[in-house]
């Protein structure tokens, strides 16, 4: 099973980023599926998400409102679109797809976040 995090780059403060998570190999129509962060120095946090249906997302208390998660059965693809981006949001960035059927979890560590791509780098510069 692979997800595949592409889209990351450099972009001034301001700029907006779209990032993609393409997977591979198994279809995760019925997991949710989640962004999470890692800045330099710091511990893994939790992006955004969007249950498996696509009917609810989920986003941390600071990005809202800048960030939106959307996700494409068809494609087996999940979105993040990223604006009004500031340095604070460099980061590497990792797609998660969770165990079927299971909730969102804001929590990095938890097990159910089964299945994570390798991440991709966004810079922002100032």
């Known amino acids: 099973v692979q997800l595949q995090a592409s889209g990351g780059g450099l972009v001034q403060a301001g700029g907006s980023l779209r990032l993609s998570c393409a997977a591979s190999e198994r279809s995760f129509s019925n997991s949710a599926m989640g962004w999470f962060r890692q800045a330099p120095g710091k511990e893994r946090e939790f992006v955004a998400a969007v249950t498996w249906r696509g009917g609810i997302t989920y986003y941390a208390d600071s990005l809202k409102g800048r960030f939106t998660v959307s996700r494409d059965n068809a494609k087996n693809t999940v979105y993040l679109q990223m604006n009004s981006l500031k340095p604070e949001d460099t980061a590497v960035y990792y797609c998660?797809?969770?165990?079927?059927?299971?909730?969102?979890?804001?929590?990095?560590?938890?097990?159910?976040?089964?299945?994570w791509g390798k991440g991709t780098l966004v810079t922002v510069s100032s």
């Open positions: 998660a797809a969770a165990r079927e059927r299971v909730g969102v979890s804001k929590d990095p560590d938890d097990p159910n976040w089964a299945y």
